[in-house]
């Protein structure tokens, strides 16, 4: 990936969450959690059948994680299982997204019925059914309670507190979505992705200025320096737009 395609996928990643989550809400009777046993496995072998050429090598390299997760039935093989589905889920743009979230949270239970304390499985079950629930039919709060459940057994986790700070960004609860993003920069100064999705955020809010600072604190901060004149022209545009 260049420098330009992967700035560009930084500073898109909130609104990425933010359109996720205004996709088509469901009605108050729909059921919480999604059934992902039993019609998975038919629905898979349906979905194989009207795929494009690009498509069918990625429902193949699917199929050979299920089959290994199957053939292993260990926490990591299932781990694996479910963080390919969840890609590819969020990759499709049609019906078979469906399908690809099913199997992500299909693989991310068996992941926690073999090791209910799997943080890590945990928070990317939490993040499938709320980026799921509106193809699903199914509550997105649930989703969102186990991210927190985490959070509130390790208050350090930064991948959950990440989640819910995207999904902060999502319900426009933007002095959360800060909060969670800074706590990130507290527990680890490392993770300077954090300074554009704070850039993000005060964008959102209107706040042009504190998203220039961030993103100059994003800018001191990396090495790359093809990505750094990247951000030097993004913020050039900004401040040419005051």
């Known amino acids: 990936m260049n420098s330009s395609k992967q700035i560009l996928i930084i500073l898109l990643t909130v609104v990425l969450a933010v359109l996720i989550y205004l996709a088509?809400?469901?009605?108050?009777?729909?059921?919480?959690?999604?059934?992902?046993?039993?019609?998975f496995s038919a629905q898979f072998e349906e979905a194989k059948k009207s795929l494009s050429?690009?498509?069918?090598?990625?429902?193949?390299?699917?199929?050979e994680k299920l089959h290994r997760a199957e053939k292993d039935n260990n926490e990591q093989s299932w781990q694996t299982c479910g963080n390919e589905f969840l890609k590819a889920a969020r990759f499709f743009q049609d019906a078979n997204k469906v399908v690809l979230y099913k199997g992500a949270i299909s693989g991310f239970e068996k992941v926690l019925a073999l090791n209910p304390k799997n943080l890590s499985a945990k928070?990317?079950?939490?993040?499938?059914i709320v980026e799921g629930s509106s193809v699903l039919g199914i509550q997105p709060m649930a989703g969102i309670t186990l991210i927190r459940e985490v959070v509130a057994a390790d208050s350090a986790n930064i991948e959950a507190n990440l989640?819910?700070?995207?999904?902060?960004?999502?319900s426009r609860q933007f002095?959360?979505?800060?909060?969670?993003?800074?706590?990130?920069?507290?527990?680890?100064?490392?993770?300077?992705?954090?300074?554009?999705?704070?850039?993000?955020?005060?964008?959102?809010?209107?706040?042009k200025q504190k998203a220039i600072d961030s993103?100059?604190?994003y800018?001191?901060?990396?090495?790359?320096?093809?990505?750094?004149k990247d951000i030097d022209e993004y913020i050039k545009k900004l401040k040419q737009n005051n």
């Open 24 to 39: 088509p809400k469901m009605s108050s009777g729909k059921k919480a959690a999604p059934d992902t046993g039993g019609d």
């Open 53 to 63: 050429e690009e498509q069918k090598r990625i429902f193949e390299r699917l199929e």
């Open 123 to 128: 928070t990317s079950l939490g993040s499938a």
């Open 163 to 170: 989640q819910l700070g995207l999904f902060s960004v999502t």
């Open 175 to 207: 002095d959360k979505a800060i909060e969670r993003f800074q706590r990130i920069l507290r527990i680890d100064s490392t993770h300077i992705d954090m300074y554009v999705y704070l850039g993000d955020t005060y964008m959102t809010m209107g706040e």
């Open 215 to 217: 993103y100059e604190n």
């Open 219 to 228: 800018k001191t901060r990396v090495k790359d320096t093809l990505i750094i």
